[in-house]
């Protein structure tokens, strides 16, 4: 690979993560996920796969589901990062996080970080999705426990919860 | 909840254990520090404290089923407290009682009976004594949430009130009474499961969230002899390990090697995954015994003990006597458990004894081995279990436990190992392959003749792996008697055999969700429909005649009435639609747990609706009604998702799944070689529930997997009227059976012919070249003019330039890319050093920073602008055209000037890259004298008045510093560009294809000036794709131009173009939409990778992700001639992309092998470019492209001794 880079080896890199600036002296090829799980002790994104095939380590980067496993830090940078641990406004849960407590849609719940985190995506952009495009939205999130039949049951009672509420979220990722 | 208890001791508590008490079985102590509460040898199973409080301990670990909650419901409801009083301890050595690994989901069923009893008996012992302190007879008192009083009475008293002051233990009582399911209130109601809100929140602490003060990350380098657990080879093939490999690692505390176990350990967690990359280790070579890919042969081959379970009647004479006789086999392959998570574990080994923090099956066995693996006692060690991804049977967790302790020990802090997805695939021990044989038939009035039934199952326990790597434990094959379960078939067969062939492991295996029952399940269900098609029945019929099990019968009937089964003798009744044919499948089973004749869990039924297409093969599962009786149902709700649990990853592993093995060994290291069922494919799921609450409550967690393969199969048999007895039942093979079509190779579109590999090759023999050589150099040294040095200056005073022209000079940096090959080892800076790969060998970069002695700082004006235009080095010494001077020559003085200015008000570096040595005749620099002398051809080009100024600034750009014929043209057998014709008709650089820019460019679609533009600005434009390897860099640089230069660029590239013969959009339409549809026949093993790791970055319709989504139908190198460009990009990703917008894609190197890199390839050209030849010779390309990257994918060198 050539030696210039977006993804230079030093310097001081700065993003936004749940509201706050942070600024991390790391190198620009650091994974967005080991910063959050290791630096900032953000443990909702997971480590599932590394090759950005099981959604597990799913943040918003801008409002849209990112891998965090495949995001260098040198592509996060300047951009505006929500976790799990973002999406409510403490304390309570954030509709979408509601919803998946209704429906119990968890067996282990380590696929519900990037579950939930597509909902809350996909529920900014169409607030009441069909069928079909909420399994299209969730195709790339992988569940090994079966919890499937739960999950999309939570998505469905959370465009209901958003709809009534009227917190539609229309900015994903943005704390209400 | 498993978290840990207050350890204060409460001020007054009653506990209920099993075993010796020294003080008896029931008696009372004063009050008195005694924090540990199994320190009398007893198990505790209950504790309740002064404030009401009740603890429960298990033995057993959650493992992902919210088993907590059931328990929490069962105690609350013995003792009448709310359930937010309990909390549940679960699997912690040291806290609670040993009740074995948590298998076969016995936790309700088994291991929760004494903790019912215990909470029952502190009920009655508490109520007693609030009938002693109200004086009211124990008859009439009543309890609600933990109060217990006289209906309708003031007077009460509190559980903890009655504790104060006291310390009660109490000798759990086996046989107590329990109360009577008509008195329940708790158990029996669907309560929410307790960890959900932390988990969906980010607050739950899996163990792969555990932190410790002062603790480093680990990795581990396995051995090559990848899942293999056994041979003479384990535990004793390393042979070195290169500590040098890492040394450039930042962060790297320790490599440690104990035999054949391999670790590093670093201060953060990607300094260790780095370092275990990089690290180079050597290996003796290895011969694996069996072939696990050889499926049932393997099997077969494979040295046996038969044990017979079951001889009943006269199997002999049955079989003998039949009139219809029948001999099948049933095949089941060796498949994932594919937990979400890899393992991962926390140790701090410390003097004083070991913790680790665990998300292990079974803590007191794991506790074992890391006493036998340290030889610290037992009672020094302590694991502490926090939830893990769910693991259905055992994975790595153990193996990652042991691999953290000894990392631990040897660095003296705490460390956490957390295994890659790739090790968890291969390492993890599989569920494994099973081969089940009947023999028997139908006597002439259709009943069933006789039932010899045969299975093979080659596991063990699968040993941890440290204790085999570090030699510790003999790596000699054991054999587990696991093949038995649910052996013996439901049916009353009146002539009866089932025999088990125990057997040792072939790949590392061990239980998995369903153990045994699922494949033997497969085999009796699948031959009782083949008997009752045989003898003209309605298979649900034909199962009904021979069941006596009254609950079975019942079960039976519920879910084929459910499903609105319609009795039918013959397969195919079921009308098609278009290719897709439906059919209809039933299967019943009974889950039979633990060692033969084991326990019984849950019956289960299941009616499988499946659509199988006539033409692709693809069977897609439609809907699932599923029955089962679990007796009594502690949490209704749980139960269900179990069950929904149980159908969706059963039918994943029946239609999708089977490790493939290459060499003997595992090949899967990721979801595109294993995939799992998603939510595309999810079946319609309609549960059944039996209502038995006065019965006994079953195990739920397995059960419901049992019937899946046989109610499938049975399916697919009613769909096409053809039997499959191995799974999985994947497109391909259901293809195969139905509908032959010639090889994938044979039905692609007719092979092409090599494409002559012209570029940068030389046209003339290399020995006919090196033979000229000294001519031409005499004749160069004697024909041309020598070139003088020209003396050296003084670094001029960056002040004595303009602002304006050294900011000028940078925008010619830009475009003439110079620090694309000039920066420093870092990226950054000009102190070059890079390597450049040319046939003629390597040229190193040289350092162009204001250096006097490294760089070009006492270079004046006119040794620069000769260097630029004539490339004459300062001293006078020729330089090689990897240094593009050809094109600079063509760039107008004025911009030489200012990149003079700019260069020399950059700041200084004093690094001095490499020296470059080229292969004869280049090897002599004077050789470039003659080489200039034929080739350069100088001076900017006089402007084109017939064109406009954005066209002719455009080529001043182009052909100028842009200097993109340096890599777009081919260059002759003396290295130099092609002109004429072929000038930017495509060239390669350091191994990538740089396509054509002029004429019928290589583009599937053709460039327009917009395309052009938006792909410089941005690296990617949509009808062609996104730029990969040196381009990327080159996009980068040129993001510093003003946009009206690249504009300009574009104007002039895309007037380069031959005029389109059909309109860009209409021919990027067509290439999409014929990529669509899946082509019939695509190679299956290239589309299940596709589906599994590209399809939802790449796919149109996929889901919605950071980055852009090249569409692969438009991908100039998915059209290419040579597919090198493609294999690149898949081997080593795009981490670094032209645009941080353009997200990146992770590399595949280390995750494929060149077999299926090259199924990959065949599919993606069949698929996204049906008109382009098919790629010949795909394995040996792929190798090719990989030999010639820096990090090969497997940094193991294996050797194979010469004797
Ligand atoms: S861990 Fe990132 S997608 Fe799997
Ligand atoms: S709930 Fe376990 S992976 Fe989804």
């Known amino acids: 690979m050539a030696p210039t880079s977006t993804a230079p080896e030093s310097g001081t ?83 979408v996080q509601q919803a998946f407590v209704d429906a119990q849609a968890a067996q282990c719940g380590y696929c519900l970080n990037g579950m939930i985190l597509t909902t809350v995506a996909l529920l900014a952009r169409n607030p009441s999705p069909g069928e079909a495009e909420i399994r299209r939205e969730l195709s790339g999130n992988l569940c090994r426990c079966g919890t499937h039949v739960e999950i999309l049951k939570a998505v469905r009672r959370a465009a209901e919860l958003m709809g009534s509420s009227g917190d539609a979220g229309a900015d994903a990722g943005r704390r209400p | 909840m498993s978290g840990p208890a207050d350890p204060r001791p409460p001020a007054g508590v009653l506990r209920v254990f099993r075993g010796d008490h020294p003080a008896g079985p029931l008696h009372e102590e004063p009050e008195a520090a005694s924090p540990d509460p199994a320190g009398h040898g007893a198990e505790l199973f209950l504790s309740v404290d002064a404030e009401g409080r009740v603890t429960a301990y298990n033995g057993h670990v959650d493992l992902g089923t919210g088993i907590g909650t059931a328990l929490a419901q069962i105690v609350a409801e ?130 792969h969230d555990v932190r410790v003060e002062g603790m480093l990350h680990g990795r581990v380098v396995r051995p090559p002899y990848a899942g293999l657990d056994h041979g003479p080879f384990v535990g004793r093939s390393l042979v070195a390990v290169d500590e040098s490999s890492v040394a450039d690692v930042p962060g790297v505390v320790a490599v440690v090697v104990l035999g054949d176990f391999v670790g590093v350990v670093a201060e953060r967690e990607e300094q260790a995954g780095r370092a275990a990359e990089a690290l180079v280790t050597r290996w003796r070579g290895f011969a694996p015994g069996r072939d696990p890919g050889a499926g049932e042969a393997a099997l077969r081959d494979n040295p046996s003990t038969p044990r017979v379970l079951l001889d009943r009647g006269d199997v002999a004479g049955g079989l003998a006597g039949a009139a219809t006789p029948m001999r099948r086999t049933y095949t ?42 340290t030889g610290v006692a037992e009672d020094r060690i302590a694991i502490v279990r926090h939830e893990a991804a769910g693991c259905y049977g055992r994975n790595c967790a153990d193996d990652v436990g042991a691999d953290a302790v000894l990392l631990s020990r040897a660095v003296g802090r705490p ?49 941890t792996l440290a204790l085999l790597l570090t030699g510790i434990a003999e790596p000699v094959p054991q054999v587990f008697e696991m093949g038995d379960r649910t052996a013996v078939p439901p049916y009353d067969y009146a002539d009866a055999r089932v025999t088990v062939h125990d057997m040792p492991p072939i790949a590392r295996a ?25 003898a003209g029945v309605d298979p649900v019929e034909y199962r009904l005649r021979h069941l006596s099990d009254a609950r079975a019968v019942d079960l039976v009937r519920a879910v084929a009435d459910r499903a609105g089964w319609q009795p039918h003798a013959v397969p195919q009744t079921l009308p098609a639609d278009g290719d897709w044919l439906r059919g209809r499948g039933f299967a019943y089973a009974v889950y039979v747990h633990g060692k033969f004749p084991g326990t019984a869990a849950a019956w289960s039924a299941w009616v499988a609706d499946v659509a199988v297409n006539r033409a692709s093969g693809e069977v897609a599962v439609e809907r699932i009604v599923v029955g089962q009786d679990s007796g009594l149902m502690i949490n209704p709700a749980g139960v269900e998702h179990q069950i929904h649990g149980n159908v969706v990853q059963s039918t994943s592993r029946v239609l999708h799944e089977a490790v493939p093995f290459e060499g003997g060994l595992p090949a899967a ?182 250096d006097a002695e490294a760089g070009i700082g006492a ?43 700019f260069l020399m008000a950059e700041p200084a570096e004093a690094q001095v890259p490499p020296p470059t040595r080229l292969a004869a005749p280049f090897g002599e620099r004077r050789m470039m004298r003659l080489w200039n002398w034929l080739f350069l051809r100088g001076g900017p080009p006089a402007p084109d008045p017939a064109r406009s100024a954005a066209w002719n600034r455009g080529r001043d750009l182009v052909e100028g510093l842009g200097h993109c014929s340096a890599c777009h043209s081919p260059r002759n057998a003396l290295g130099a560009e092609r002109g004429g014709a072929l000038h930017l008709a495509g060239g390669t650089v350091d191994g990538w294809d740089a396509p054509a820019l002029a004429g019928l460019a290589a583009a599937p679609v053709p460039w327009t000036a917009d395309a052009l533009h938006a792909y410089l600005s941005t690296g990617h434009d949509p009808a062609h794709g996104v730029a990969a390897g040196p381009m990327a860099a080159v996009v980068r640089s040129l993001a510093a131009l003003p946009d009206a230069d690249r504009r300009a660029m574009a104007e002039y590239l895309a007037a380069l173009q031959a005029p389109a013969a059909v309109a860009p959009e209409s021919r990027a339409a067509a290439l999409l939409a014929a990529a669509a549809a899946e082509p019939q026949g695509a190679p299956a093993l290239g589309r299940q990778i596709y589906r599994g790791a590209c399809a939802a970055c790449h796919e149109a319709d996929g889901p919605t992700l950071f980055g852009v989504r090249p569409a692969l139908a438009l991908n100039t190198s998915l059209h290419a001639a040579r597919p090198d460009n493609l294999v690149r990009v898949v081997l080593e990703g795009l981490m670094d992309p032209a645009h941080p917008d353009l997200g990146t894609m992770p590399a ?56």
């Open chain 2, 669 to 850: 290291r990721d979801w595109g070689a294993y995939p799992i069922l998603t939510f595309a494919q999810l079946p319609a799921i309609d549960v059944v529930t039996m209502d038995r609450p006065e019965e006994p409550p079953l195990g739920v967690g397995e059960s419901a997997s049992v019937p899946s393969a046989a109610a499938i199969a049975n399916a697919i048999f009613d769909a096409t009227g053809v039997r499959f007895r191995e799974p999985p039942f994947t497109a391909e093979r259901v293809r195969a059976a139905l509908n032959p079509l010639p090889g994938p190779e044979a039905a692609g579109p007719a092979a092409a012919k090599p494409t002559a590999r012209r570029r940068w090759r030389p046209r003339l023999a290399p020995a006919l070249l090196a033979a000229g050589a000294a001519t031409l150099g005499a004749l160069a040294a004697a024909c041309l003019p020598l070139r003088s040095a020209i003396p050296a200056v003084p670094r001029p005073d960056p002040a004595a330039f303009s602002a304006a022209t050294i900011a000028r000079g940078r925008l010619a940096a830009a475009l003439g890319g110079c620090a694309v090959c000039h920066a420093g080892p870092s990226g950054t800076g000009l102190a070059g050093g890079r390597a450049i790969h040319t046939p003629f060998g390597t040229v190193f970069a040289s350092n162009i920073s204001p």
């Open chain 2, 415 to 463: 460390v956490r190992v957390q295994l890659t997805r790739e090790q968890e695939h291969l390492w993890e021990p599989k569920g494994t392959a099973q081969v089940m044989d009947v023999a028997g038939g139908l006597t002439a009035e259709g009943a069933p003749a006789a039932y010899d039934f045969e299975t093979r199952y080659p596991s063990n326990g699968a040993p």
């Open chain 1, 13 to 95: 890199i700065t993003l936004e993560v749940n509201g706050t600036a942070v600024a991390f002296a790391r190198p620009g090829t650091v994974a967005l996920l080991d910063l959050l799980r290791n630096d900032l002790g953000l443990n909702g994104a997971k480590y599932g796969c590394g090759l950005g095939q099981c959604g597990a380590c799913t943040v918003l980067v801008d409002g849209v589901p990112a891998r965090a496993c495949i995001l260098p830090l040198a592509v996060a940078r300047g951009r505006r990062v929500t976790t799990l641990e973002g999406l409510a406004s403490a304390p309570g849960l954030h509709p």
């Open chain 2, 510 to 534: 061990s239980w998995i969700r369903g153990v045994s029952a699922l494949p033997n399940s497969f085999a009796h269900e699948s031959f009782i429909d083949e008997l009752a098609t045989a």
């Open chain 2, 1148 to 1203: 595949f190197g280390r995750v494929y092998s060149d077999g299926q890199v090259a199924a990959l390839l065949r599919y993606l050209r069949t698929r996204f470019a049906p008109d382009a030849p098919a790629w010949t010779d795909l394995d040996a390309a792929v190798a090719r492209v990989r030999a010639a990257l820096d990090a090969p994918r497997d940094p193991a060198i294996v050797e194979f001794p010469s004797d």
């Open chain 2, 859 to 901: 270079w004046s004006y006119p040794a620069f602008a000769r260097a630029m235009q004539e490339g004459v080095s300062r001293d006078g010494r020729n330089l090689y055209p990897a240094h593009p001077y050809t094109s600079f020559a063509r760039a107008p003085e004025a911009e030489i000037q200012a990149l003079y200015a």
């Open chain 2, 332 to 373: 089941w392959p060796y498949q994932l458990h594919g937990s979400i998570g890899p393992s991962c574990s926390v140790a701090d080994v410390r003097p004083d004894g070991i913790t680790l923090w665990s998300g292990t099956q079974n803590p007191l066995m794991l506790r074992a081995d890391i006493a036998r693996l």
């Open chain 2, 78 to 207: 013995e003792l009448d407290v709310a359930l937010d009083a309990v909390t549940v301890v679960l699997g912690h050595t040291g806290r609670t009682p040993n009740q074995g690994a948590t298998i076969a989901s016995e936790t309700v069923q088994v291991t929760a009976v004494p903790l019912r009893r215990a909470a029952a008996q502190a009920r009655r012992h508490l109520v007693a004594l609030a009938a002693a302190a109200l004086d009211v007879p124990v008859a009439d008192l009543a309890v609600e949430d933990g109060i217990v009083r006289r209906p309708g009475a003031n007077a009460a008293v509190g559980y903890g009130e009655l504790l104060r002051g006291r310390r009660i233990h109490l000798r759990l009582d086996e046989a107590g009474a329990v109360k009577p399911a008509a008195e329940h209130r708790l158990v029996g109601r669907s309560v929410p499961r307790r960890d959900i809100p932390a988990k969906a929140t980010g607050a739950f602490t899996y163990v």
